[in-house]
């Protein structure tokens, strides 16, 4: 079946520095990702779409020059997590959908970033 | 609006006994449902789903959950628990709004403890 492969799967970088989390759909085109952050024991939450060829949408409350979303090609959709903050180590997901995808869609496998 | 409600934050079950993981949901739609399970920091793999065809849906690793349109529920059941299925349980409903990539709404989580 369809897969997304995200990278890394664990981060560690210090105060200030930016992050680049990237996803790859394997044998489907992923018109749509979706971004995805979920803090220890709590469910996930979405921070924003992206469409291939277009600006993300981000949801309330996400600041989106903090979290750069690029959606340049159907199998690429990267996540940078500028001037992180220790308040930002998180658990990130995101999860391809479109084609092969459709609803059910297929999750990366997350990125653990830890800011120190 | 969806939404979905997992009504336990934590079940705990010895093994070899049924487990039952509690859902409901409000949809304005035929929603489509999904539950996901989630192991520590891993990615979310996919365990059933419905989308308006058979009421009682079969997955994987032995779970099964059956749609109550009545009752507005989608609870997961397993007969008899294994060691290995101690994780978080997502319940997921689908928001239909996009069509073929429409948004996932998640529960909070119900995290499985299965006792030896």
């Known amino acids: 079946g369809a897969v997304v492969s995200q990278h890394p799967s664990r981060v560690i970088c210090k105060s200030g520095t930016s992050v680049k989390i990237e996803c790859r759909s394997l044998d489907f085109q992923a018109t749509t990702m979706f971004w995805y952050r979920q803090f220890p024991k709590q469910s996930l939450m979405l921070m924003a779409t992206?469409?291939?060829?277009?600006?993300?949408?981000?949801e309330q409350g996400v600041e989106k020059d903090k979290f750069l979303i690029n959606h340049a090609s159907l199998t690429l959709s990267t996540l940078t997590v500028t001037s992180a903050h220790p308040e930002d180590s998180s658990f990130y997901i995101c999860?391809?959908?479109?084609?092969?995808?459709?609803?059910?869609?297929?999750f990366g496998q997350g990125t653990r970033l830890t800011v120190v | 609006a969806q939404s979905v409600t997992q009504l336990d934050s934590h079940v705990s079950v010895s093994e070899g006994t049924p487990v039952l993981l509690r859902c409901n949901y409000s949809?304005?739609?035929?929603?489509?449902l999904f539950w996901y399970v989630q192991h520590p920091n891993k990615g979310l793999q996919l365990l059933l789903k419905?989308?308006?065809?058979?009421?009682l849906v079969k997955g994987i690793n032995g779970f099964e959950a059956e749609f109550k349109k009545s009752e507005t529920s989608f609870h997961l059941t397993k007969p008899s628990a294994h060691m290995s299925d101690a994780a978080e349980y997502f319940c997921?409903?689908?928001?239909?709004?996009?069509?073929?990539?429409?948004?996932?709404?998640f529960g909070q989580g119900t995290t499985l403890q299965v006792k030896p």
């Open positions: 419905y989308t308006s065809a058979a009421t």
């Open positions: 997921v409903v689908s928001d239909p709004g996009s069509s073929n990539t429409g948004k996932l709404i």
């Open positions: 949809s304005s739609y035929s929603p489509s």
């Open positions: 992206s469409n291939e060829g277009s600006k993300a949408t981000y």
């Open positions: 999860r391809g959908a479109g084609g092969a995808g459709g609803t059910e869609a297929f």
